[in-house]
């Protein structure tokens, strides 16, 4: 406990202020200035006293300085409490950065995360359960290298015609000489803490960071690390290196150079040497909030700096079939209306449109699969836009329903105009059939993506996300020969509407089994198990 120069009272940091704070004179002091005799906190001291409490369900540990604030509730398992086990000197971290985010605010961050996802069940809402954040100062590690000396980048020339038939490309090693920093490069030192939460809050800033003092954790609860920091070592350096290749190619007498000669360069992280001078422990504000069902339980996270949510959020099966119905209904309006306005339209015209609807509900799903095992979602951002992107598809659809309600409204004295609406309907259709095969490429290589074994969260995913996958293989084939065989009774024209609103059925049917394979897919992902603690830090025990 840092007490209050001035009445003797538990101070507590005041997030608003960025102050210690006297609840009982009103005193407002600098963190920085206070010093605590008890905890052996002045500025030579390597250690300071801490008070541990943990869970005796699941054996998480949390520490603080105050030895009269009793920790409520486990935030790892849900347990109902955690016990004082000892008191015990931890070794002073180098720097903190202190909440910036209230507990208000991060409330409020939270709750607008949730209202973005129409299909999140109502039960994370619950006013209740959002009053279980708590503020927890998370251990990371953080990294700073230099590239010294020599370095190579290598560019090529633009082809040019030699010959007949032959051409040629010049290939040039820029080399140079550099003296670049590079800091701001973070891991979390808590096995507890699970990687995809930590990577995404990322990132801190951490250019506002302070010399750690005990204060900073008056009203607030520690994790203590156990994480080797050389651990991390070979993936940032990995990260490193791909920056520093980047900063040389936007280097500006090296963009003059290529610029010259027409050169094009690529980073190479291979020629890149990139070597960390040293790893400081820092202390990052995190609000914290569990959610436990059973032997399942779900986690918030909210960065206490800059107010970025990360949350675990199963989705509502109820809630998505009532949406599914409610859209089939407006759907099965519109054309009843359009048959009833529009007598040229036909039950195999119908068929089309099913057809074009089952095929992007498809798209959709996996397009929802793809980014939910791409968990950082950076692989896939560059691959949601342009033509063949989910933006692209999107207007690719909108265009062949069009054209197609065009093309089957034709009458006698617009055979002009049904041909026209034909050739941008076939443009489509070709666009999204190729945008089916890039997606079916990109759930192959996210499903081959090699996982961080210290994250059980990920690794679950992809082992689930392989498992749906093949349960799901045969139903998607028979989906693409029902398109097939779709495509042909609409291109046959064929008369009897028993058999085109047959098709219709079946169609309907296949898509609402695969959606529900999706939504029960999505929804056990969110859903971690219980974990178990032990001395050498976090195990997830999924027996």
């Avoid at 207007?395 to 609406?421: E, H, N, P």
């Avoid at 081959?448 to 799901?472: C, E, Y």
Wanted: hydrophobic fraction near 40%; include cysteine.
């Amino acid at each position: 406990m840092v007490a209050c120069p001035t009445c003797g009272g538990a101070l507590r940091f005041d997030i608003a202020t960025q102050k210690m704070a006297c609840d009982y004179c009103g005193g407002r002091f600098e963190t920085q200035t206070l010093s605590d005799n008890s905890l052996r906190d002045d500025a030579h001291a390597s250690c300071f006293d801490s008070f541990v409490y943990i869970c005796p369900s699941c054996g998480a540990e949390l520490i603080t300085t105050d030895k009269n604030d009793a920790v409520g509730f486990c935030q790892y398992c849900g347990g109902a409490s955690m016990i004082f086990n000892k008191m015990r000197q931890e070794w002073k971290p180098d720097h903190i950065i202190p909440f910036q985010i209230t507990k208000e605010q991060c409330k409020e961050a939270y709750r607008k995360e949730v209202g973005r996802h129409l299909f999140v069940s109502r039960k994370y809402r619950n006013p209740n359960l959002i009053e279980g954040f708590r503020g927890v100062y998370m251990p990371y590690w953080s990294y700073r290298a230099l590239m010294q000396g020599q370095f190579r980048l290598h560019a090529t020339s633009p082809r040019q015609l030699v010959s007949l038939n032959t051409y040629e490309i010049i290939h040039y090693d820029i080399v140079g000489d550099s003296n670049l920093a590079m800091e701001g490069y973070s891991r979390d030192a808590s096995m507890s803490f699970d990687d995809d939460l930590s990577e995404s809050l990322a990132p801190y800033e951490y250019q506002k960071q302070k010399p750690f003092a005990p204060g900073y954790l008056s009203g607030f609860y520690a994790e203590t690390g156990n994480v080797n920091p050389h651990e991390y070592d070979s993936a940032v350096t990995l990260e490193m290196k791909e920056d520093a290749a980047s900063v040389l190619l936007e280097d500006k007498t090296i963009k003059d150079y290529l610029k010259k000669y027409s050169l094009t360069a690529q980073p190479d992280v291979s020629r890149t040497k990139v070597n960390i001078e040293n790893v400081k422990r820092t202390l990052n504000p995190v609000w914290f909030m569990s959610y436990r069902n059973g032997k399942e339980i779900t986690y918030a996270a909210v960065n206490g700096q800059t107010g970025k949510v990360a949350a675990d959020l199963p989705l509502s099966p109820l809630r998505i079939l009532l949406f599914a119905l409610g859209i089939s209904a407006v759907i099965f309006g519109i054309l009843v209306a359009l048959m009833s306005v529009i007598p040229s339209i036909k039950a195999n015209a119908t068929l089309g449109i099913c057809l074009i609807l089952m095929n992007a509900g498809m798209y959709y799903l996996q397009n929802a699969f793809n980014r939910t095992i791409d968990r950082q979602r950076e692989s896939l951002s560059a691959k949601t836009t342009g033509i063949f992107g989910a933006g692209g598809y999107t207007f690719c659809l909108m265009v062949c329903i069009l054209c197609f309600i065009a093309v089957i409204t034709d009458g006698s004295y617009s055979q002009d105009r049904a041909f026209l609406a034909s050739i941008p309907m076939v443009a489509t259709i070709i666009a999204m059939i190729i945008s089916h095969a890039k997606q079916a490429m990109d759930s192959a290589a996210l499903k081959r993506t090699k996982i961080n074994h210290v994250s059980p969260l990920r690794m679950r995913i992809v082992q689930d996300a392989g498992r749906f996958l093949n349960n799901v293989r045969w139903l998607k084939i028979l989906m693409y020969v029902s398109l097939a065989l779709g495509a042909i009774l609409v291109y046959a024209d064929v008369a009897n509407n028993l058999i085109s609103y047959g098709a219709c059925f079946i169609a309907a049917a296949e898509l609402f089994v695969l959606a529900l394979l999706h939504i029960s897919f999505q929804s056990r992902i969110a859903k971690r198990p219980l974990p178990q603690f032990n001395k050498k830090g976090a195990g997830y025990d999924e027996n």
